[in-house]
């Protein structure tokens, strides 16, 4: 695979690191000078110096037979951009671009450039899954295909509790997929009932959490950090 | 016609006098504050006073997008100094807020012509230099 990397800080340098020892090809771009020469040693002919938002920088580093463009760049509009030129103009189907400010992430929604991944929703999502009292957790968003996978803890006083999963009517685009209990999970069956402290996995539609949450966590309260 | 101008430099300032002159409603967002006294400056009368808005903000917030009026804008010019935020914040007011007419300075000619054909209304300043010295040098423009 060939992969363009733009932004050579500190993410931008350990992904290339990871993908070079997997064997893949790897242009490494920074318009920072002084960055540039910082790395050139270590990266060589794989580092380029140049603003990638400039048409002619991503052409030669090779755009047009590149498999994956990854925007990590300390700014948000350029991430933006590369990835935007990447796809529409150079027709490269696989970008991924870093959210700087999480309140960007609508506009990297609203162009089109998905994944765009944000540390402070990372770190945010660990913190769901460390703080056992915070409900919901979310496990995956496909947000393509518009799916979701959640995770709850059911609570002793939810309407679910004590209920067989046959007899659970969920709202139309969600789905119970997994119940783990005991420090075991499994795929729960018609028949399987539901208990307090149970966690349930399920997929749905964006947009249900809430409904979904009153089934099984009505005070599902994030806990005081 | 409600005019929201993004970037109050020289051309932005520049632009928005000759737009409030004209019987225009203007709003410029600017990140900078001092960018007001461009505003002012050569006028009788104070922006506000000559009925002109201006609102303290950066231009990727949507706070300050809503704030500076963007909801009601018939023309959206981004004039800020970054070629890229100009061409994010201009997608989001044809995208989000369906602005009927939205202009774009972009320095670069080759992200002017490329965004062009994807139907946005660019200017490039450069590209104009480039043919003007082209011109008073009689020489034959290249391709960008």
Known sequence: MYAIIVGAGKVGRNLARELMSKGHEVTLLESSRQCYLAIEEEFEHAAQYGD????????????QRADLVIAVTGDDEDNILVCQVAKEKYLCDRVIARVNNPRNHDHFRLLGIQPAVSATDLILRLIEHEVPRYGLVHLLALEEERLE???LEVSSDAPTVGLRVADISLPEGSLIISVLREGTGFVPKPDTV????DEVLLVLDPGLEDAIT??????????AL | MF????????????VAKSALAAGHEVSVLDEDPLSHERLDAGQDKSWEDSGGQFTVGTALEMDALIQAGIERADVFIASTAGDNTNLVIAQI????FDVEKTIVRVMDPARASWYGEQGLHTISPT??????????????????
């Open chain 1, 214 to 223: 009153a089934y099984f966590a009505p005070d599902g309260q994030p806990a």
């Open chain 2, 127 to 144: 590209k104009h230099a480039i043919e003007m010295f082209e011109r008073a040098l009689e020489l034959e423009p290249q391709r960008v």
């Open chain 1, 149 to 151: 996978i959640i995770e």
């Open chain 1, 52 to 63: 990638a938002t400039e048409l002619w920088v991503l052409e030669r580093a090779g755009i």
């Open chain 2, 3 to 14: 005019v929201l101008i993004v970037g109050a430099g020289r051309v932005g300032a520049a």
């Open chain 1, 194 to 197: 539901i208990e307090a402290g």
């Open chain 2, 93 to 96: 007011a044809q995208k989000r």
